[in-house]
């Protein structure tokens, strides 16, 4: 069965879980992405676990990677980050210049998740 949560009043523009479904990275209109813990039901808020800053624009594409737990967005900066979580739990970004001359408007990584495709 489908539940329906809530999470604010923003425009949620991309989104995604992680491997297991208990973490979801969104992005709401801004340059920054949203790490949040997701509840167990629809009486318990979503906790903002971390905010990952690096985009110079509207964040517009994430995808995390279930078995490697990286995270890659992109943004309508013409760039996209890799974010690896380390083990004092920070994540670190690592730039990937696209050489594209509109925004990158979405991205997923591949299968092997080796490397990502971006759409603009």
């Keep these: ?11 949620l523009v991309s989104h995604a879980f992680n491997g297991d479904g208990s973490q ?3 992005s709401v209109n801004t340059s920054d992405v949203y790490l949040l813990r997701v ?9 903002i676990l971390d905010v990952l800053h690096e985009h110079t624009a509207l ?13 890659v967005s992109c943004s309508a900066d013409r760039n996209a980050y890799v974010w690896t ?3 004092d739990g920070k994540w670190k970004p690592t730039l990937v210049v696209l050489m ?4 990158a408007i979405c991205v997923r990584w591949s299968p092997l998740e080796d490397r990502f495709a971006v759409g603009s």
Excluded: E, F
Excluded at 59 to 71: E, F, N
């Design 59 to 71: 964040v517009t594409g994430l995808d995390w990677a279930p078995k490697s737990d990286r995270i």
């Design 24 to 26: 979801l990275a969104i």
């Design 1 to 11: 069965m489908t539940t329906a949560h809530v999470i604010g009043n923003d425009a």
């Design 85 to 87: 979580k380390q083990g």
């Design 100 to 103: 594209i001359d509109r925004a």
């Design 39 to 47: 509840p167990p039901n629809t009486t318990t808020k979503y906790q």
